[in-house]
């Protein structure tokens, strides 16, 4: 069984920084593909950025330059930092991994809240 948990949210002022981290355990699959997902209040969740087991990272646009996304294969983890926090960037974050046989995101954390204050 494929489990996901994410840690690391919390309250932040804005413009400050943060790190969250996930942690994939499981048989089964190889969590090549790990990523984090952004899920503001009343909206939908959003893909912010995806990594490899090799080390190629992707960003969604709007991530790019705030956001970084980087992992451990030795610990089945993947971390993502963020700076210059905005207010906009409250919200749940998930992470997620690929399935091995399809490549579409399977499995899913339970999610870590981030509230950035002003």
């Known amino acids: 069984q494929v489990q996901l948990v994410e840690s690391g949210g919390g309250l932040v002022q804005a413009g400050g920084s943060l790190s969250l981290s996930c942690a994939a355990s499981g048989s089964g699959e190889s969590f090549n593909t790990m990523g984090w997902h952004h899920q503001a209040p009343g909206k939908q969740r959003e893909w912010i950025a995806g990594?490899?087991?090799?080390?190629?990272?992707n960003y969604e646009d709007s991530a790019k330059g705030r956001f970084t996304i980087s992992r451990d294969n030795a610990k089945n983890t993947i971390y993502l930092q963020v700076n210059g926090l905005k207010l906009e960037d409250t919200g749940v974050y998930y992470c997620?991994?690929?399935?091995?046989?399809?490549?579409?995101?399977?499995?899913w954390g339970q999610g870590t809240q981030v509230t950035v204050s002003s």
């Open positions: 990594i490899t087991r090799g080390g190629l990272a």
């Open positions: 997620s991994a690929a399935s091995s046989r399809t490549g579409l995101w399977a499995y």
